[in-house]
């Protein structure tokens, strides 16, 4: 396991690189680039020419990378962001903590009520219970997310005034913890479609699995539904479900883009946008690093998971 | 006589006070209630635009509304104060100085100090200025507002008369008019006390505040770098770290101010709490305890918070206006949900437009040469059917741009003329004006040149015979109203055969395009389309030198009329009134006039009172705001 982890950490270092070079490429053949977007619409050709100039944006986009990555790996310096007048580092972790609770709340609620729900579905296959909640799965599936909160402030916060029509505006993990009120609406909005799509996986790898042949032979020696549903099959039925809690890990870092902008909650999706739509170079690069970092650590884990929850799995040396 | 005098004078304040027809009628002006000591009032920033500089001498990067009208004058205030009531015109009672007094044919100001004090003690003096001008002077290119030739370009010498006066004598004969608006605006008086290069520094140890006009640059940029790193940004090394943002509210140095307020708390997303400066010595003093800036994600989460009560002066995004007006200073009536707030339009001080690129090579080469003949500028204008879109896409909250002036908010410098619109909507006019000067008008296709030539009724200098009305525009995406002006404008066009191709990009993309090139290949814009023209400020007096005049700047399109430039240089040096300029610019279209949409939709609590009329300059002045029951 120790070499499978070795190499896979080998392997990241090179997709990081090459998911960096790629952006830094395309960041930097938008028309105006950076300066324009710095300076704005009055920039004069001398100000755009020095201010190219101090970030190095006159040189050989080779020499701009190599500097950029030699500042990440020596001093973990991402650069520096002119919009929020920051450096990269320092925006980013001021926002990761917020998305943080924010996104890995609505998973584990959502993981919490789906594996259930999923397994109903299975217990009750074919009944009013299973046609309810599939429908239901659907309804909030194939709902946006932004109609999803709108809706629920508009019913919730504005006319039951029962809960906030704002996320926590707190800066750290306690002070947004510390307002669970204001938690309940961003949290349920991000949860319902993760729980219609966990559930809907939940279910259908339930029902395979119970078909499997170690299944019929507990059931042969004795088992009973509860057993065999909990102890035997559950095990493996839940496979599934964490490959795509893998491949969360990069959204619980990237952030959920809608949700924060309508429950006014600044995070990691919101910033990413922001980048984007600022031609904020340096900060499209941080949040692609730290996104790339995810996705690859999200990926990690799921292959240790599966080793963990299903012993025949071993990774070759 | 005396109590005559003071009846005259408060017949003139309250005549000088009171605005034209913007204020609404109904509370949160200056309705009834009980006035209210203390308080905090709660103000709602536009998404994207939360402040992120305190040093109020900035490069173009920190150059914003936000950061200055709306976060560093609270704190610091400019030696002469823009925006009267609902007028862009100088405020005498919020300058810090008289008015300037201009002597030998315009070359030499005297400015005399008001006693305004610094809350360390200090007194606001004219060394305080020459501390702002040498740095100007030092650090010319990390100035926004600085253009070759100008300040500080323009001053042969500043002295210190005495604390309380100080003398510029000028390089040439100077428009009071516009030295005042556009020149002496930029300055803001910076206390002694930041005249240092390190933290702890004794105050003037930097050299630069006491140093004789333009003598030490080498000092003022040591204390200009300083106290831009102090303020987050490292001009010799912009990539290295810093975390000064979190210590706005606690560094000593930006706890010295002389405006009514002073900052208590801040964050880097943009939550800004202010405490009222108990040793302001301006007048009106804050009656409100504090003042309290929020940020929003989106006009949605902003409008939420509106409803949830949680801001007292924020802002109804566009989309939720629910009933279109007649008069666009006067709303037709507040969102249903919005019941305890009052509905105020706010229209900044700025034009809309978007350039033609008169040096392009695109259109086969042809589309420089056809936009510099005016008859085709004309026609392309009189398809542009301001009022329409104004009426169907901005609900009526807009205004038409007519010329190079701001007809709205009302003013004294629009002429008869840009009021009365030179190029009203006419499709006859349009084809007449192409159809008689050789091209043949396809309308819904594309109109062809057929009579190449320069006499009266051909096409013009250097239009060959077959080039094409077919132009590329680009405008910035993100706003359905633009894009469907856009492709309204476009479809009026075609009615002339205007074939217009329009394209989408990103407002730093687009205004990336809209350079100014030398004709090339890569000169092959046509039109772009950033979708907010031009703010006049800190150049409040509208003589547009830096967008119309031959090389200026941020002349996008290339124009270049040598009329154009003679009057604008006659509106900078003598005491002509603008309007020979602007009418000329007017109906010479150096660009495409477009409708300016409503900067804002303000909502102010019915509670809140004295915040109208608003500001034109979008500066904020909470001092004048209280709470009534």
């Given at each position: 396991?120790?070499?499978?982890?070795?190499?896979?950490?080998?392997?990241?270092?090179?997709?990081?690189?090459?998911?960096?070079?790629?952006?830094?490429?395309?960041?930097?053949?938008?028309?105006?680039?950076?300066?324009?977007?710095?300076?704005?619409?009055?920039?004069?050709?001398?100000?755009?020419?020095?201010?190219?100039?101090?970030?190095?944006?006159?040189?050989?986009?080779?020499?701009?990378?190599?500097?950029?990555?030699?500042?990440?790996?020596?001093?973990?310096?991402?650069?520096?962001?002119?919009?929020?007048?920051?450096?990269?580092?320092?925006?980013?972790?001021?926002?990761?903590?917020?998305?943080?609770?924010?996104?890995?709340?609505?998973?584990?609620?959502?993981?919490?009520?789906?594996?259930?729900?999923?397994?109903?579905?299975?217990?009750?296959?074919?009944?009013?219970?299973?046609?309810?909640?599939?429908?239901?799965?659907?309804?909030?599936?194939?709902?946006?997310?932004?109609?999803?909160?709108?809706?629920?402030?508009?019913?919730?916060?504005?006319?039951?005034?029962?809960?906030?029509?704002?996320?926590?505006?707190?800066?750290?993990?306690?002070?947004?913890?510390?307002?669970?009120?204001?938690?309940?609406?961003?949290?349920?909005?991000?949860?319902?479609?993760?729980?219609?799509?966990?559930?809907?996986?939940?279910?259908?790898?339930?029902?395979?699995?119970?078909?499997?042949?170690?299944?019929?032979?507990?059931?042969?020696?004795?088992?009973?539904?509860?057993?065999?549903?909990?102890?035997?099959?559950?095990?493996?039925?839940?496979?599934?479900?964490?490959?795509?809690?893998?491949?969360?890990?990069?959204?619980?870092?990237?952030?959920?883009?809608?949700?924060?902008?309508?429950?006014?909650?600044?995070?990691?999706?919101?910033?990413?946008?922001?980048?984007?739509?600022?031609?904020?170079?340096?900060?499209?690069?941080?949040?692609?690093?730290?996104?790339?970092?995810?996705?690859?650590?999200?990926?990690?884990?799921?292959?240790?998971?599966?080793?963990?929850?299903?012993?025949?799995?071993?990774?070759?040396? | 006589?005396?109590?005559?005098?003071?009846?005259?004078?408060?017949?003139?304040?309250?005549?000088?006070?009171?605005?034209?027809?913007?204020?609404?009628?109904?509370?949160?002006?200056?309705?009834?209630?009980?006035?209210?000591?203390?308080?905090?009032?709660?103000?709602?920033?536009?998404?994207?635009?939360?402040?992120?500089?305190?040093?109020?001498?900035?490069?173009?990067?920190?150059?914003?509304?936000?950061?200055?009208?709306?976060?560093?004058?609270?704190?610091?205030?400019?030696?002469?104060?823009?925006?009267?009531?609902?007028?862009?015109?100088?405020?005498?009672?919020?300058?810090?100085?008289?008015?300037?007094?201009?002597?030998?044919?315009?070359?030499?100001?005297?400015?005399?100090?008001?006693?305004?004090?610094?809350?360390?003690?200090?007194?606001?003096?004219?060394?305080?200025?020459l501390f702002w001008v040498n740095m100007m002077h030092s650090d010319k290119a990390n100035w926004a507002a600085y253009a070759p030739g100008f300040i500080p370009d323009d001053v042969k010498t500043l002295t210190v008369d005495s604390p309380?006066?100080?003398?510029?004598?000028?390089?040439?004969?100077?428009?009071?008019?516009?030295?005042?608006?556009?020149?002496?605006?930029?300055?803001?008086?910076?206390?002694?006390?930041?005249?240092?290069?390190?933290?702890?520094?004794?105050?003037?140890?930097?050299?630069?505040?006491?140093?004789?006009?333009?003598?030490?640059?080498?000092?003022?940029?040591?204390?200009?770098?300083?106290?831009?790193?102090?303020?987050?940004?490292?001009?010799?090394?912009?990539?290295?770290?810093?975390?000064?943002?979190?210590?706005?509210?606690?560094?000593?140095?930006?706890?010295?101010?002389?405006?009514?307020?002073?900052?208590?708390?801040?964050?880097?997303?943009?939550?800004?709490?202010?405490?009222?400066?108990?040793?302001?010595?301006?007048?009106?003093?804050?009656?409100?305890?504090?003042?309290?800036?929020?940020?929003?994600?989106?006009?949605?989460?902003?409008?939420?918070?509106?409803?949830?009560?949680?801001?007292?002066?924020?802002?109804?995004?566009?989309?939720?206006?629910?009933?279109?007006?007649?008069?666009?200073?006067?709303?037709?009536?507040?969102?249903?949900?919005?019941?305890?707030?009052?509905?105020?339009?706010?229209?900044?001080?700025?034009?809309?437009?978007?350039?033609?690129?008169?040096?392009?090579?695109?259109?086969?080469?042809?589309?420089?040469?056809?936009?510099?003949?005016?008859?085709?500028?004309?026609?392309?204008?009189?398809?542009?059917?301001?009022?329409?879109?104004?009426?169907?896409?901005?609900?009526?909250?807009?205004?038409?741009?007519?010329?190079?002036?701001?007809?709205?908010?009302?003013?004294?410098?629009?002429?008869?003329?840009?009021?009365?619109?030179?190029?009203?909507y006419s499709l006859t006019k349009a084809k007449s004006l192409l159809s008689t000067h050789g091209w043949k008008v396809v309308p819904g296709g594309t109109t062809t040149c057929t009579s190449p030539g320069t006499g009266a009724t051909q096409?013009?200098?250097?239009?060959?015979?077959?080039?094409?009305?077919?132009?590329?525009?680009?405008?910035?995406?993100?706003?359905?109203?633009?894009?469907?002006?856009?492709?309204?404008?476009?479809?009026?066009?075609?009615?002339?055969?205007?074939?217009?191709?329009?394209?989408?990009?990103?407002?730093?993309?687009?205004?990336?395009?809209?350079?100014?090139?030398?004709?090339?290949?890569?000169?092959?814009?046509?039109?772009?389309?950033?979708?907010?023209?031009?703010?006049?400020?800190?150049?409040?007096?509208?003589?547009?030198?830096?967008?119309?005049?031959?090389?200026?700047?941020?002349?996008?399109?290339?124009?270049?009329?040598?009329?154009?430039?003679?009057?604008?240089?006659?509106?900078?040096?003598?005491?002509?009134?603008?309007?020979?300029?602007?009418?000329?610019?007017?109906?010479?279209?150096?660009?495409?006039?477009?409708?300016?949409?409503?900067?804002?939709?303000?909502?102010?609590?019915?509670?809140?009172?004295?915040?109208?009329?608003?500001?034109?300059?979008?500066?904020?002045?909470?001092?004048?705001?209280?709470?009534?029951?």
């Open positions: 396991m120790i070499g499978f982890i070795f190499r896979r950490f080998l392997q990241a270092i090179v997709v990081i690189v090459g998911v960096l070079l790629i952006v830094f490429i395309l960041a930097h053949i938008i028309p105006g680039g950076a300066a324009r977007a710095a300076l704005g619409p009055r920039a004069t050709k001398v100000q755009i020419a020095q201010f190219n100039h101090l970030n190095h944006y006159d040189q050989p986009l080779v020499k701009q990378f190599w500097l950029y990555i030699d500042g990440l790996v020596t001093s973990f310096n991402l650069g520096y962001s002119y919009h929020w007048n920051q450096g990269v580092t320092q925006v980013i972790l001021a926002r990761l903590p917020k998305t943080l609770v924010l996104v890995g709340m609505g998973t584990l609620v959502a993981v919490i009520v789906a594996v259930p729900l999923g397994i109903l579905q299975v217990v009750r296959r074919n009944k009013p219970v299973d046609y309810v909640l599939t429908s239901l799965s659907f309804v909030f599936y194939a709902m946006p997310v932004f109609l999803l909160g709108a809706l629920l402030i508009l019913y919730f916060s504005f006319d039951l005034h029962w809960f906030s029509s704002e996320a926590p505006q707190g800066a750290t993990v306690l002070s947004i913890l510390s307002q669970p009120r204001s938690l309940v609406l961003p949290v349920f909005t991000l949860a319902a479609l993760t729980i219609a799509s966990f559930s809907r996986y939940m279910r259908s790898s339930m029902m395979e699995t119970l078909t499997e042949d170690y299944v019929r032979t507990a059931r042969a020696k004795g088992a009973g539904p509860r057993r065999v549903l909990y102890v035997h099959a559950l095990r493996n039925a839940v496979i599934p479900i964490i490959t795509l809690l893998g491949l969360s890990i990069p959204a619980i870092v990237g952030g959920a883009l809608v949700t924060e902008a309508l429950f006014n909650y600044p995070g990691m999706g919101l910033l990413a946008y922001q980048a984007i739509t600022n031609t904020d170079i340096p900060l499209l690069l941080g949040t692609t690093f730290f996104a790339t970092l995810a996705t690859i650590a999200g990926s990690l884990l799921a292959d240790i998971l599966y080793a963990a929850v299903d012993p025949r799995i071993r990774y070759a040396k | 006589m005396l109590a005559l005098s003071v009846i005259v004078a408060a017949l003139l304040l309250a005549a000088c006070s009171s605005s034209p027809s913007s204020s609404p009628t109904t509370a949160a002006g200056s309705g009834s209630g009980t006035k209210v000591a203390g308080g905090t009032a709660t103000w709602a920033e536009a998404p994207n635009t939360e402040p992120n500089y305190i040093f109020p001498f900035m490069s173009l990067a920190y150059f914003s509304v936000a950061n200055i009208n709306q976060f560093q004058f609270l704190m610091y205030r400019p030696l002469y104060w823009f925006g009267n009531g609902a007028q862009p015109t100088l405020n005498p009672s919020l300058s810090l100085a008289d008015a300037p007094v201009y002597s030998n044919n315009n070359t030499t100001v005297v400015v005399k100090m008001k006693p305004y004090k610094w809350s360390n003690g200090e007194t606001v003096t004219a060394q305080d200025v309380t006066q100080l003398t510029f004598t000028l390089t040439a004969s100077v428009n009071p008019y516009w030295f005042t608006y556009n020149e002496l605006s930029q300055i803001t008086p910076l206390p002694i006390a930041w005249d240092i290069t390190s933290t702890g520094g004794s105050a003037g140890s930097g050299g630069c505040s006491a140093a004789a006009f333009g003598t030490q640059d080498a000092k003022c940029d040591a204390v200009y770098t300083f106290l831009s790193k102090e303020s987050g940004y490292d001009p010799a090394n912009p990539k290295a770290s810093n975390n000064s943002l979190a210590t706005y509210a606690t560094n000593p140095i930006w706890q010295i101010v002389d405006g009514p307020w002073k900052l208590s708390s801040f964050d880097a997303s943009g939550n800004a709490s202010f405490l009222s400066n108990p040793s302001y010595s301006g007048s009106p003093k804050p009656t409100l305890a504090k003042f309290t800036e929020l940020p929003f994600t989106t006009d949605d989460a902003e409008y939420n918070a509106l409803v949830g009560g949680k801001i007292n002066f924020g802002y109804l995004p566009l989309q939720d206006v629910t009933k279109p007006t007649t008069n666009p200073l006067v709303p037709a009536g507040n969102n249903p949900r919005l019941s305890t707030f009052t509905l105020a339009p706010l229209y900044t001080w700025s034009i809309n437009y978007f350039p033609e690129n008169f040096n392009s090579t695109g259109d086969g080469g042809n589309a420089g040469v056809i936009w510099k003949q005016l008859y085709v500028r004309q026609a392309f204008q009189d398809l542009v059917d301001q009022p329409l879109y104004i009426n169907k896409i901005d609900h009526g909250y807009g205004v038409p741009t007519y010329g190079p002036v701001p007809v709205t908010p009302a003013n004294p410098f629009s002429s008869s003329l840009e009021k009365n619109n030179p190029y009203p096409c013009g200098k250097g239009v060959p015979s077959g080039a094409k009305l077919a132009f590329n525009l680009q405008f910035a995406s993100g706003n359905a109203s633009q894009e469907q002006l856009m492709n309204t404008e476009k479809s009026s066009w075609a009615q002339a055969g205007f074939n217009i191709t329009l394209s989408q990009g990103s407002f730093d993309t687009v205004i990336g395009n809209a350079t100014a090139c030398t004709p090339s290949a890569s000169c092959s814009w046509e039109l772009e389309n950033w979708g907010a023209g031009w703010v006049y400020a800190p150049d409040y007096y509208p003589t547009g030198e830096e967008i119309f005049s031959t090389g200026a700047g941020s002349n996008s399109g290339s124009y270049s009329d040598a009329t154009n430039d003679h009057l604008t240089v006659q509106t900078n040096t003598t005491n002509t009134s603008l309007t020979a300029w602007e009418n000329y610019l007017a109906q010479q279209l150096p660009v495409v006039w477009q409708p300016n949409t409503v900067t804002a939709m303000s909502e102010i609590q019915n509670t809140l009172h004295g915040v109208l009329p608003q500001d034109p300059l979008w500066s904020l002045n909470p001092e004048n705001w209280y709470f009534v029951k």
